[in-house]
C-alpha cells in the first residue's frame, strides 16, 4: 500500500452522513470489481478491461461530476480516481452504474499510495481540483502540493503531459505556482495574465466549483506542462 509509516494526513473525515440504501448496497457490490489493484498498476493496461489509449489521474475527485464527465467523454483513456471521502466515492458508483463506464478505477484511499505504485511516464494528465487548503498556517504542512508530491506527479507524467490546478482560494494558487517554479519540471501554460482565471476548454466542473462561484469566490485554474528535464526556478 505504499510507504505509509510516519506520513501526515493529508485529508479530512472518511465519512459524512450515513449512506442512502442504493449508495451503500454500490459500495458494497460495485466498489470492489472498480478498486485500482495497486499491485498491477505498474503496468496500467492490467488496470482496465482492456488497454487504453490514454491515462489520467484525478486526486481528490470529491463528488466524481468532472472524473464521471471525463470519462464519459473519453472512453479510450483510462481514468484512476483517488477519493477516501466515501461519500463522494458513493456518487461516483451512483455516476458509473447509471451511465455504463467501463474506464474508470478507483482508490478510496490516500492518493500517494497510486502515485507510489504508478510506472515512469505512464500517465498522459493529472488533475487536483479544490483540495483541502488546510488553512491554519501550522496545517500547511499537509497541503497536497509539496515537493515531494510534485516530483511524484513529474515522475508519473510523460514528458509533454498536463497537470491541471483549480482552487477557489488564492493562497493556495500561489502556494502551488511557488511549489511548481522551485521543482522545476513543469512549465506554466498561461499566455496572458488573466488566463488562469479562465477555466480550460470544455471543462466540466465540479459540484464544489459551482457553490464556489454562487458564494462570489473566484476560481483559479493552473496548467503546466511537464518538462523533459528539470529546469528549476523557472515557470
Not at 134 to 163: A, C, D, M, T, Y
Not at 187 to 192: E, F, L
Request: a positive charge; hydrophobic letters at 40%.
Amino acid at each position: 500500500m505504499g510507504q505509509t509509516e510516519n506520513r501526515r494526513f493529508i485529508y479530512g473525515r472518511r465519512q459524512g452522513h450515513r449512506l442512502h440504501p442504493r449508495q451503500a448496497k454500490l459500495v458494497d457490490s460495485l466498489l470492489p470489481t472498480l478498486r485500482l489493484d495497486l499491485a498491477q498498476a505498474k503496468t496500467l493496461d492490467k488496470c482496465f478491461d482492456r488497454p487504453r489509449q490514454s491515462y489520467a489521474l484525478e486526486i481528490g475527485f470529491g463528488g466524481g461530476e468532472h472524473l464521471a464527465a471525463r470519462a464519459a467523454a473519453n472512453p479510450d483513456t483510462g481514468y484512476i480516481g483517488c477519493e477516501p471521502f466515501i461519500n463522494g466515492v458513493a456518487k461516483l458508483l451512483l455516476s458509473i452504474s447509471e451511465d455504463g463506464m467501463n474506464n474508470i478505477r478507483i482508490h478510496d484511499d490516500d492518493a500517494r499510495d497510486v502515485l507510489d505504485a504508478l510506472p515512469d511516464g505512464g500517465l498522459d494528465v493529472v488533475y487536483l481540483l479544490y483540495p483541502d487548503p488546510w488553512h491554519k498556517l501550522r496545517h500547511n504542512k499537509r497541503r497536497f502540493i509539496s515537493q515531494k508530491n510534485v516530483q511524484e506527479i513529474f515522475r508519473v507524467l510523460r514528458p509533454g503531459g498536463q497537470f491541471f490546478v483549480a482552487s477557489d482560494i488564492a493562497d493556495y494558487l500561489a502556494w502551488t505556482l511557488s511549489h511548481v517554479k522551485r521543482h522545476g519540471g513543469f512549465s506554466w501554460t498561461a499566455k496572458r495574465a488573466d488566463d488562469w482565471l479562465q477555466a480550460p476548454p470544455a471543462w466540466p466542473g465540479t459540484r464544489y466549483e459551482a457553490k464556489a462561484i454562487a458564494a462570489g469566490r473566484q476560481p483559479g485554474y493552473l496548467q503546466f506542462e511537464r518538462r523533459a528535464a528539470l529546469q528549476a526556478g523557472y515557470l
